[in-house]
Each structure stands twice: as structure tokens, then as C-alpha cells.
């Protein structure tokens, strides 16, 4: 059992260990290793994005009803590399009055930066590609570089279109970054750290802590990393940044072949970095009985990923109106409430002994805590849901009043027409 | 050359190159653009520092909100292409800045590169000390691992930085009102109520001080008052 | 990290970048090409005060602070001189700042 659980981290030690033993130990013998990680990094991204391709496309036209890419191999598995393959050959154009190297550099850096995304996710116990001690800030700062390029995307296309889809990009992704980041801070506070390896152990009961996914303990924050989190990567419902049905592609329109490839890629392994990033934040990661711990993250990942691909094949686009009052006017003051909730239980009921003894308070059993952070954050998200349910429906019937007053003055102009 | 040696001479060689194109180029977008190559570089100096909660920070901060400020603000402004790049006095913005940096560098650089004035390495009778801070391990101390979390202490406690803290995240408030408010979308018609608003009350000053100093020719007064009327 | 490059080499270099901002905030005539300059500046203490941190005080949290603090009043001072030079613009229709002498005499 052993052998198949410690499979990755084996084999990248033996790796490690061959390459030292040809090189020697060293500078080359580093920068080689460090070269084959990268390597391995990129493929399991780039990998990931080539099999949720097909996966998505298959599983949006079941649900809409429709049997999907069929034709390249069985069942059409091997569509990723016939895309590849046209991207490949397209004709590679440049708009004669686009900002030439702004245009040309605006993929690379939405592509590298997406994959950049992955150098800290824990794959399994021991096999990370950094494990930086500021990891979840990391991403998110991280995260926040595509925003510039897709408004160089948008301004270098010299396209009205583009610029368009690049400022509502911008609105977007820098609003949805703050409840994004507000919602980290709980999971931070409560491991006490920002290294993802510890936060996955928190979770996992290996040193200490609860042993339970924080999802269980902050299911409010959860639900708004994830709604924020595919706001930031524009998936639908809220792909405003390339509503087709409005502004033609966006800020990518003027794009073809690998650099629309690239654009494409990088979107995609943002939609990745965010289920990779929900799964560790709040799902504990890799941890899980019986499977080997990087299957259960590729298990967690996909699982994830299916209610994002669900999202995008049931619900309609949302207004940009909409999108920006709810960022602000819903899920920001919603974050913070949640965040000072669980700053003050986590003051006043302590299961730690030993910061008892030092700040006082209540001291409770662990399973005790973790009901009563759950408890008051599911309360506090159905009295948030609530008010909003009736706030909302509320603006709606006005709406609707507005345009049946409006609908009736048009019959009647129309009446006295005739 | 080590590693770290090279990494630093080109982290050098792109910040400073960028941030000359910042000052120099017509195009406001591509000088953004460059504020942004001279952000990485300098992240990539904190790396290097071995901060990096600061690198981090760095791209957040400056890369992810500062300067996409900056590239709507000239977007709002309409003035992306065709600035004069200098302005009449860049002579002498040059000489000031060549001067300071020359004499920054005199200070800044080591012993054997000696100065052309003064004795040694005394300035105003205190003496420069950390040019020759040493190198070597051992002597060097290393960063604790611990450090984020000292960091994130001294910032909450109230006896070291909790206050400046608290202060500072008021004044990020303030400014976010501020700059709301400042900012604010005004219908032309509130202008040019405001413009007369403020021409009325010019008029009435001009008229009060015509009343005063009766020897200014009374025509202009009047003027002044019926621009008050209309 | 730092094997073997001395403080200076960054007192130098952000000698230098503060330089080139300094001339950037005298010399453009764009109140946004300005505000680059002071950017510019900002970050060039910024890192000196880390340097300074990593080699003479790595154990104490202060130079971190008075970094962190830097980037907060950066933060403020971009939203809030951008947000002038827009309103400066609906008003003047100019934001060169040799134009902008209204309180001239």
C-alpha cells in the first residue's frame, strides 16, 4: 500500500537521485532537477486542461442536450489533439494597427501566469513544487497579473470590441479579488499559516487540528471563494469579458491560431487553479482514507470542476449591473461580517489548553468548535441569503411594475393609432 | 559570479531599463506598460531579500492595482499617444537628478572607491557604517523562520504597530472616500451652476472693494454688478 | 540568496531608480506621467528599507513594517492623486501641469 501511496514522491526522488549521480551534487545537478520539475508541473497542467476540454464539452452538451465531439477517435477522446493540431496550423495574423509587441506578449503572459498558479499546490505528501510560507497569498497575487494582461490584450488588438471586453474584465476581476482574499483570511486564521501544506494538514489531522475539511467548518466562506473564484476566472455565468452574444469575443477577438490557443489555455487552467485551489483551501486537499492522496486530489479537483462545468451549462449570463452590486453590495460586507464572526468564537471558544491558559475564554472540546464555527456560518449564510432573496425580489416586481406601466402605454399609443 | 550575482545584475538591468523608458517614451500606455516591468523587477528584488510576503505583496499591490489605475486613468484622461515627452525645465530636472545620484553613489559605495572630498567616510561628523556591511556566512545573519509571524504580530500589537496600523487603515478609508468623491461623476449643468455660482461671487467681491476705494472708476463697478444680476 | 552581493549594490541601484523617478516627476508634462515618477521613488525606498532589514536587522519585524507601510500610503496616495487628475480634466481639459496655473498670478 505504501508503494502506491508514496508512487509520485518516489519516483521524483529517484529522479533527483539519478540526476545528482550523473551530475554530481551542484549547481547543474540543481538546476537540472529544477528544470524537470518545472517540466512536470506544466504537463500536469497542461495535461489537466487538455482532458477537461473534452470533459467539459462532453458533459455541456449532455446537460444541454446535445452529444458533443464524437468524431476524432472513440467517442471522440482524442478531440483535444486534433484542436491543437488546427490551432496549430491556423495562420498566425496581427492586425496591421495593433500595438505590435503589447499584441504579441498578452498571451504569453495570460498563459504563464495561469500556469505560475500551480508551483505551490501540494499534488501529494512531499511533492510540491515550492512550499512557500506564503502560498495562498501567493496565488492570489499571482492571480491578480492576468488582469493586466488581458487589458493588454484589449488595448493592443486596437479594437473596439477588445477594449470593451478588457474594461469589463477589469471591473470584474479586481472587484471579485477582494472577497476572493477575504475569504482566504479565514482559513489562514485558523491554520495560522499561509503555506498550503500546512493548511492541507490542518485539515487532514496531521499535526494536530481538527481533522475535518474546513468546508465543514466555514461553509459562507467556501461558497464565496468559489462564487468569487469563477467570477475571477470569467467563466460563465459570468464570462461578461467575451459575452459572444454581445461583444463578439471580447478582448481575445482579434486572435488566432496558438496565440487564441494560449488565451484559451490560460483561461482554462485558471478555471483549474481555482477547483485545485477550492479543493485545498477548504476540501483538505490530497487527504482522504483509502485512495492514494494524489488521486484524491485529482478526485476533489474534478469534482469541483463538474459544478463549475454545471454552473456554466444551466445558467444564463448575469448583467454587468448585477454582477458588480452583488460583488460589492453582497458579497463583500457578507465576507467581512463572516470574517469578525469568526475572528470573536474563535477568541471566545478555545480548545487549545495552552492559549487558554494565555487569553482565557471557553474552553470546549475540538468536535464542539467545529459545530459551533459551522453551525453560526451556515446560520449566518441562510440569514444572509434570506435578506437578499427578499431584497431582490422586491427590486424585481418593481421592475416588473415599470415595464407593465410601460407595455400599457404602448398598447394604448397604439390603440389611438389605429 | 554566483547565481544570486547574475540574477541581480539582470533584475538591475530590466528595473532600471524600464523605469528610463517610464520617463522617456510618448506613449502613456507602453509607460504603464514599463512601470509594470520596473514593479516585477523590484519584486524580484525582495525575492531575493528573501521577503517574500513583500514580493507577493508587490504584484497585488502594485501590479494588480496600482497600475491598472494608472492605465484607466490615462484612458479616461484620452491622453494615451502623442505627449510632449519633456517639459521646459528637464535641463535642469536632469542636472538635479544626475547630481543626487552621483553623490548617492559616492556615499553609498565601498571604502576603496574613495571620495574626492572630505576625510574618509565621515559625513557632518558622523560616520557612514554600513557600506561595508559583510558578506559571508556566519556573519550574515539569516532570516528566522518565524519572521512572517514576528512580522504578523508586531503589526496587531498595540504596543509596537497596532496603532499605525489602525491608522493606516484609516487612511486607506479616507482616501477611498476621497477619491470617490473627488472623482465623482458631475452632470454638466451642476458645472456650469457651480462656474456662475463662483463668477457671482467674484463680481461681489470686485463690487465690495470698488465700494471701498471709491477713486476706482465707478464703470467698472457697475459692470461688476450687473454681472452679479445676469 | 544573497551569496555574494553586497548592500550597496541595492543602496545603488535604488540610488539610481530613485533617481529616474525623481527625474520623471520633474521633467514629464503629464500630471499621470508624474505620479509614475513618485511610484517610481516609492519603490526605490522601499528597497532600500528591506535591504536594510535583511542585512543589519533580519531578526527585527521593523523594517518589514515600515516597508508595509510604504505600500499602504502608495496605495492611498495613487487612488487619490488619480482621482484629482481626473476631476482636474473634466474641469481644465488638461492635465499638463504647466497649464494647470490658475492660481497663478
Redesign the interface.
Known amino acids: 500500500m505504501d508503494i502506491i501511496n508514496n508512487l509520485v514522491k518516489d519516483i521524483g526522488d529517484g529522479i533527483a537521485a539519478a540526476i545528482i549521480g550523473l551530475l554530481g551534487q551542484g549547481l547543474a545537478a540543481d538546476i537540472v532537477i529544477m528544470a524537470i520539475a518545472a517540466i512536470a508541473v506544466f504537463a500536469v497542467a497542461s495535461g489537466g486542461f487538455a482532458a477537461l476540454t473534452y470533459a467539459e464539452r462532453k458533459i455541456v452538451a449532455r446537460i444541454q442536450d446535445r452529444v458533443g465531439p464524437n468524431q476524432a477517435g472513440p467517442f471522440g477522446v482524442l478531440q483535444p489533439i486534433a484542436d491543437a493540431v488546427k490551432l496549430f496550423t491556423k495562420e498566425d495574423t496581427t492586425p496591421a494597427s495593433a500595438d505590435f509587441w503589447v499584441y504579441q506578449l498578452a498571451p504569453i503572459i495570460v498563459a504563464v501566469f495561469a500556469t505560475l498558479t500551480f508551483t505551490v499546490v501540494p499534488f501529494a505528501p512531499g511533492v510540491v513544487g515550492t512550499n512557500l510560507n506564503i502560498g495562498a497569498f501567493y496565488i492570489i497575487a499571482i492571480g491578480s497579473a492576468s488582469t493586466i494582461a488581458i487589458l493588454m490584450a484589449g488595448w493592443g488588438s486596437n479594437n473596439k470590441y477588445s477594449l470593451l471586453g478588457a474594461f469589463r474584465t477589469v471591473a470584474q476581476l479586481v472587484g471579485y479579488e477582494v472577497p476572493m482574499l477575504l475569504n482566504i483570511i479565514p482559513v489562514i486564521m485558523l491554520t495560522g499559516s499561509m503555506s498550503l501544506v500546512d493548511i492541507i494538514e490542518r485539515q487532514t489531522g496531521v499535526n494536530g487540528g481538527w481533522g475535518v475539511p474546513f468546508i465543514v467548518i466555514m461553509p459562507l466562506s467556501a461558497l464565496a471563494f468559489l462564487i468569487s473564484g469563477i467570477a475571477e476566472t470569467g467563466r460563465s455565468p459570468f464570462d461578461l469579458l467575451e459575452a459572444e452574444s454581445e461583444i463578439v469575443a471580447g478582448f481575445h477577438v482579434e486572435y488566432s491560431g496558438m496565440k487564441f490557443g494560449l488565451i484559451m489555455m490560460g483561461e482554462y487552467m485558471n478555471a483549474l487553479g481555482v477547483a485545485v485551489m477550492f479543493s485545498v483551501l477548504f476540501l483538505g486537499g490530497y487527504g482522504g482514507p483509502i485512495l492514494p492522496p494524489y488521486l484524491w486530489l485529482v478526485l476533489k479537483t474534478f469534482g469541483v470542476f463538474l459544478v463549475l462545468m454545471w454552473l456554466r451549462g444551466t445558467l444564463p449570463r448575469v448583467r454587468i449591473d448585477q454582477l458588480l452590486n452583488m460583488n460589492w453590495k453582497f458579497f463583500v460586507p457578507l465576507s467581512v461580517i463572516n470574517l469578525i464572526m469568526i475572528m470573536i468564537l474563535g477568541k471566545v471558544f478555545v480548545s487549545d489548553p495552552a492559549l487558554f491558559k494565555a487569553n482565557g475564554g471557553i474552553l470546549i472540546q475540538p468536535f464542539a468548535q467545529v459545530i459551533i464555527f459551522g453551525a453560526s456560518s451556515l446560520a449566518l449564510l441562510i440569514l444572509a441569503l434570506a435578506v437578499v432573496t427578499r431584497r431582490v425580489r422586491k427590486d424585481r416586481l418593481a421592475e416588473a411594475e415599470v415595464l407593465q406601466q410601460r407595455r400599457e402605454a404602448n398598447q394604448q399609443i397604439a390603440a389611438a393609432m389605429h | 559570479m554566483t547565481v544570486a550575482q547574475i540574477v541581480f545584475i539582470l533584475l538591475s538591468v530590466v528595473g532600471l531599463g524600464a523605469a528610463l523608458l517610464v520617463v522617456t517614451t510618448r506613449n502613456l500606455f507602453h509607460a504603464a506598460l514599463y512601470l509594470i516591468a520596473s514593479f516585477f523587477a523590484v519584486s524580484g528584488f525582495y525575492i531575493l531579500l528573501e521577503a517574500g510576503f513583500f514580493a507577493a505583496a508587490q504584484f497585488l499591490v502594485y501590479i494588480g492595482a496600482i497600475s491598472i489605475l494608472f492605465i484607466f486613468a490615462t484612458m479616461l484622461t484620452r491622453t494615451v499617444r502623442g505627449m510632449v515627452p519633456r517639459n521646459s525645465q528637464w535641463q535642469a530636472a536632469l542636472f538635479v537628478s544626475v547630481i543626487l545620484f552621483v553623490a548617492m553613489l559616492l556615499i553609498f559605495s565601498p571604502a576603496n572607491f574613495s571620495l574626492p572630498f572630505g576625510q574618509g567616510r565621515t559625513f557632518g561628523g558622523a560616520e557612514w557604517q554600513f557600506a561595508e556591511v559583510p558578506n559571508k556566512p556566519g556573519v550574515l545573519r539569516d532570516v528566522p523562520a518565524s519572521s512572517i509571524n514576528d512580522f504578523g504580530r508586531a503589526l496587531v500589537d498595540l504596543n509596537q504597530y497596532g496603532i499605525a496600523l489602525l491608522l493606516s487603515g484609516l487612511l486607506l478609508l479616507i482616501g477611498m472616500v476621497g477619491a470617490i468623491w473627488v472623482a465623482r461623476e458631475r452632470k454638466p449643468r451642476e458645472i456650469l451652476a457651480e462656474r456662475a455660482r463662483m463668477a457671482a461671487e467674484e463680481a461681489e467681491e470686485r463690487a465690495k472693494a470698488a465700494a471701498k476705494a471709491p477713486e476706482v472708476s465707478v464703470a467698472h463697478a457697475a459692470v461688476a454688478h450687473d454681472a452679479h444680476h445676469h | ?13 535604488a ?10 516627476a ?5 500630471a ?2 508624474v ?3 513618485v ?2 521613488m516609492l ?1 526605490a525606498v ?2 532600500n528599507l ?7 536587522t ?2 527585527s ?2 523594517g ?2 515600515f ?3 510604504v ?10 492623486g ?6 482636474v ?3 481644465m481639459n488638461s ?4 497649464k494647470l496655473d490658475l492660481m497663478k498670478l
Open positions: 540568496m544573497l551569496n555574494g552581493i553586497p548592500l550597496y549594490w541595492y543602496l545603488i541601484v540610488a539610481a531608480m530613485f533617481c529616474i523617478g525623481l527625474y520623471g520633474l521633467a514629464r508634462t503629464n499621470i506621467a505620479l509614475m515618477g511610484e517610481l519603490n522601499n528597497i528591506l535591504a536594510f532589514w535583511r542585512y543589519l533580519p531578526e519585524p521593523a518589514l513594517a516597508a508595509a507601510f505600500f499602504i500610503v502608495a496605495a492611498a496616495e495613487a487612488a487619490v488619480l482621482a484629482l487628475i481626473i476631476s480634466y473634466r474641469n492635465i499638463d501641469p504647466e
